[in-house]
C-alpha cells in the first residue's frame, strides 16, 4: 500500500476518502490512522463510521463493529456548527443518501440535524431524501412536519410525501396530497398518478380510481407501463375484472409485472380458471416467469382442484430455477396446493425444507392440519410457533386453528386460545372473537359465548349472526328470537346469514307466526329469488308443521327451483316423520317440474318407502337407481338394506348388502339393524361377530336389541362393561337401548338405576322407561306416569307417538282402559294408529268388547290393510263368546290374503 503523509490533513478530501483506501477485511488500520490525525473533521469521523458498518455487513463480527464505529462517531471532541457550514453542500447529500441506505449508521434525527446546521434543508434532493428515510422508520409525523416546513416543493418531493402516506398505510392522506397538489397547480408525472392509484387501489375507490384514470389518458401518460400495471391491479382489487383486463390488452409493452398482475386479478376476483389461462399465455408467449408467476398458478390450480397441474407448474419452476426451499411464495402455494388435495404429508415435507419461513408459512400449515382434520399436529405447530423468536401467531393463524377446535368440540383447546388472545391483547381482532364465540357454542358453553358476546367492545353483523345462530344451534329458540329484535334496533339491516341463522330457531307449531314474519322480511329485503333462502324457508315451513305453505312456496319459485330444492321438501318430510308428503314431492319433481333425482333425492325417499311399507315403491325406486349411478352410491345401499329391513324383507336386504362393493360401518349397522327388527337376533350377534370396523353407539344399540329379543342379560351384561370401559355408555341412544335390554329381562333395579345415571335421556330413553314400568305389574302404573309427566315440564322433552304408544299400553295391561281411551282422546294431535293399536292389544288382555270394538272399528279405517288388528279384533270376539263374530272377521282375512308372521320363544340356561 502506497505510504501517506500524515501532515497533508489539509487536503481534507485525502483523508475523507482515506478509509476506501484499506482493505475491506481490515479495519483496524483505521482506527489506528484515526487516532494519529492532528486534526480530526468532522466527515473523516462520519465516513469512517460508514466504512466500519460497511464492514460490518460482511463480517462475523457485527456487533463488535458497529460498536467500534458508533463510539468512535459518538467521541467526536468537537462538532461546531461551523464545521457543517464549511462543507460543501454535494457532501451533506451525500452523507443523507449513506444514511438511507445504511440505517444504523446515524438515526434519522441524527441526520436530520446534520443537513439542519449545514444550512442543507433547502436543498430538495436532501430533504426529499430525508422525507423517504423518515416514512421508512415509521417517523410518519416527522414526514408530515418537515414537508410543511419545505417552501418550494417539485413533483419528486410531492411524490415523496405520498409514498411515506402509503407505506404507512394513511392512503387518505396520499390522495388529499394529489389534491392538493392539483389545486396549486402542480405538475404531476405519472409516477405521481403510479402513487395515487395505489392508494386508491388499497381504498377500494373505484371511482376516484377512474377519474386517475381518464386524466392520464388525456393527458397522454397511459403509455407508462407503470401506470399501466397499477391500473390493472387497481381494477382488480375494485372486483372490475373486465376492466382490469381491458387495461392489460391496452398495455403495449408488457413486463412480468403485468403479467402478473392480471393473474393475481384473477385469482381474486373468484376466476381462477382465467388465471390458469393467462399464465398459460404468458408461457407460451415465453414472457418469462417468476416467484409471483409460479404461486398464483399453483394457487388457482389449488381453488379448481387440478391438483396434477398444480403438481407440473411446481416441476416446470424445479426447472426454472425456483426450488420450494428457496422461494417463499413458491412454498406457501404450495403447502396450501397439497393440503386441499388431501396430501399432508407432502405439504409437511415442503413446510420441512424450506430454509426461511415467514408468518404466512406458518399459517398456511396450520390452516393444512385443520383442513385434514389434524389436530395435535395443527396444536403442535402452533406450540412451535409460539417458541420462534421472530414470529408470533397473530389472527389469522388463530382463525386457522378455531374451528378445528370447535368443529371436534375440544374445550380446553379453545379455552387456551382464547386465554392467548387476552395475553396478546387481541380483543380488537372481531374474526378471532367471532370464532371463539362460535367454538363455545358448538362445545354447548351457552354462557361462555354470552359472556364473550357482552363484553366484547365492537361488535359487527358477524358477531350477531353468531349468536344468534348459536341460540337457534343450541335449541334456544325464544332467545334468539329476543336477540333478532334487538339486533333489528342496533342495525335495521339483515344479511342472508342473519336470516339463515335465525330460521332454525322456527322449529315447531309454535313459531309459525315468527317464521312468517322472517318470510316477509326476506321478501322486504329482496331475497324472494335466492334459491338458498328459499330452501331454508321451506325447511322452516314443514318443521312448523305447515305442509301446504310449503308446497305453495315450492311451486312458487319452480322456475328458479333446482333438484337441491326439491331434496330440501322430501328430506324435511322424512324427517319429521311426514312419509306420504314425501313421496308426493318425489313423484312431482320429476313428473309434473321434469327435475331429474340425484343420489340425495333417493337417499331421502327410499326411507319413506320403508315406513310406509310400500314394498312396490320401494323396488321400483331401488331399480331406478340400479338404472344410475346413484345404484353403486353406498348411501343409497344402506338405505335400500334399511327399507327392505322395515319391509321385513331380510333376504333382499341380505342381497343388497352382499352387492356391496365397499362396506363401511354404516352398512353394518343397517343389516344387524334389518336381521333384528325382524325376530333374526341371533344372525344379527353372527353378523356382529363378523364385523371389520371398530363398533360405534349405533352397533352397540342395535347388538342389545338382539340380546333383548334373546333374553340373554348375561351376554347384556358383558356387553354393558365394554360399553363403560369404551365410553359408550354416555351416549343417550347406548343408554336406551340398556334400559329397554334390562327391564325386558325382568332386572328393572338395573334398568331404572342405567335412566337415573343416562349424561342424557333422550326420546328412547323415556320411552324405554315408562313402558318398563308399565310392562311390569308392580303397582309402578303411577311412577311411569309421572316419568311422561316430567318429560316437557322439567326436561324439556317433547312427548311424541311413541311416549304416547307407551302410556296407552302402560294404562291399559293395569286395566284402566277407559283412562287409556281418555288420555287418547285428550291428545292434541290427530292420534297414530299405533296408539289406537295399543289400546286395542290392552283390550284383547282384558276382553274388554264393547270397547275393543270401538277401537277396531277406528283402526281398521285408518289401516284396513293391517292382519294384526284384525285378529286382535277377532280375538276379543273369541274371548267374549262371540264365534260367529270371529270366524267371520277372520274369512275377511283369509280372502283378504293377509297373514301373520310365526312366533318363536327362546330362554338363555343359565343366566343370572
Known sequence: MKKLSCNGYKASFLWRSLPNRFP???????????????????????????????????????????????????????????????????????????????PDILSTSQAHGLAL??????????????????SSTKHFSSSLALFAEIMSKDVVTWNAIMTACIKNKFFEFAVKFFAEMVNEGKEFDSATLVIV?????????????????????????????????????????????????????????????????????CIYNGHPEKSLWYFKQMANLEKGTDSVSLSCAIAASACLDEFSCGQVIQGWGIKLGYEESCHLSVANSLISLYSQSGNIDAAEYVFNIMKQKDIITWNSMISGFSLNGKVGEACDALHEMQFTRTLKPDAVTLISIIP????????????????????????????????????????????DAEHLFLNMATKDLISWNTIISGYSQNGLCREAQSLLKKFHSW?????????????????????????????????????????IIVNSLICMYISCGD?????????EIAYIADVDSWNTMISGCTQKCHFSEALNAFQLMRLKFNINNDTITLVNVIPACGNLELTCEGKSIHALALKTSAGQDIRVQNALITMYGKLSDVESARLVF???????????????????????????????????????????????SAFRQLGLIRHGKQIHAYLIRYGFYKNAFVAAALVDMYSSCGRLDIASRVFQNSAERSVAAWNSMISAYGFH?????????????????????????????????????????QQAYNFIKDLPSQPDPGIWGALLSTCNYHGDLQLGKQVASILLLLKPENVGYHLALSNIYVASGSWKEAGELRDIVHLKGLKKSAGYSLIDVGSS
Open 547 to 555: 305442509l301446504v305453505a310449503s308446497f305453495k312456496l315450492l311451486e
Open 24 to 102: 475491506q477485511h481490515v479495519p483496524p488500520p483505521l482506527h489506528f490512522l484515526f487516532r494519529n490525525l492532528y486534526q480530526k473533521p468532522i466527515f473523516t469521523h462520519t465516513l469512517l463510521h460508514i466504512k466500519c458498518t460497511s464492514i460490518t455487513s460482511r463480517n462475523l463480527q457485527v456487533r463488535a463493529h458497529t460498536y467500534l464505529a458508533t463510539q468512535l462517531f459518538d467521541k467526536m471532541p468537537h462538532r461546531r456548527v461551523q464545521d457543517f457550514k464549511n462543507a460543501k453542500g454535494h457532501e451533506i447529500f451525500q452523507l443523507v443518501k449513506l444514511v438511507k441506505e445504511n
Open 658 to 704: 352382499e352387492l356391496c362393493f365397499h362396506h363401511n360401518l354404516c352398512s353394518w349397522n343397517c343389516m344387524i339393524s334389518a336381521l333384528a327388527q325382524n325376530n333374526n337376533a341371533k344372525e344379527a350377534i353372527e353378523f356382529f361377530c363378523l364385523l371389520k370396523f371398530e363398533p360405534n353407539e349405533i352397533t352397540m344399540a342395535t347388538v342389545l
Open 404 to 447: 378445528l377446535a370447535a368443529e371436534f368440540m375440544l374445550l380446553r383447546k379453545g379455552r387456551a386460545i382464547h386465554g392467548f388472545t387476552i395475553r396478546r391483547e387481541m380483543g380488537a381482532e372481531l374474526s378471532v372473537m367471532n370464532g371463539l364465540m362460535d367454538m363455545y357454542f358448538k362445545c354447548k358453553r351457552v354462557k
Open 777 to 817: 305389574s308392580k303397582g309402578l302404573v303411577d311412577q311411569g306416569y309421572w316419568y311422561y309427566t316430567r318429560m316437557l315440564d322439567e326436561f324439556g322433552v317433547q312427548p311424541s307417538t311413541e311416549h304416547h304408544v307407551c302410556v296407552v299400553d302402560m294404562l291399559g295391561r293395569s286395566g284402566k282402559l
Open 491 to 531: 342495525n335495521s339491516e339483515c344479511s342472508l346469514s342473519t336470516l339463515l341463522g335465525i330460521l332454525p330457531a322456527c322449529d315447531s307449531p309454535i313459531s309459525i307466526q315468527f317464521g312468517r314474519l322472517i318470510h316477509s322480511w326476506e321478501v322486504k329485503l329482496g331475497f324472494v329469488n335466492n334459491i
Open 197 to 265: 392509484v395505489s392508494a386508491l387501489s388499497n381504498m377500494r375507490d373505484l371511482r376516484k380510481g377512474m377519474i386517475v384514470h381518464c386524466s392520464s389518458v388525456k393527458m397522454g401518460m397511459f403509455s407508462d407501463s407503470l401506470l399501466g400495471n397499477a391500473l390493472i391491479d387497481f381494477y382488480a382489487k375494485c372486483s372490475d375484472l373486465s376492466s382490469s383486463e381491458c387495461v392489460f390488452g391496452e398495455v403495449e409493452c408488457k413486463d412480468i409485472v403485468s403479467w402478473n398482475s392480471i393473474i393475481s386479478g
Open 117 to 134: 446546521k449545514a444550512g442543507m434543508l433547502a436543498h430538495l434532493p436532501t430533504v426529499t431524501t430525508l422525507l423517504i428515510i423518515y
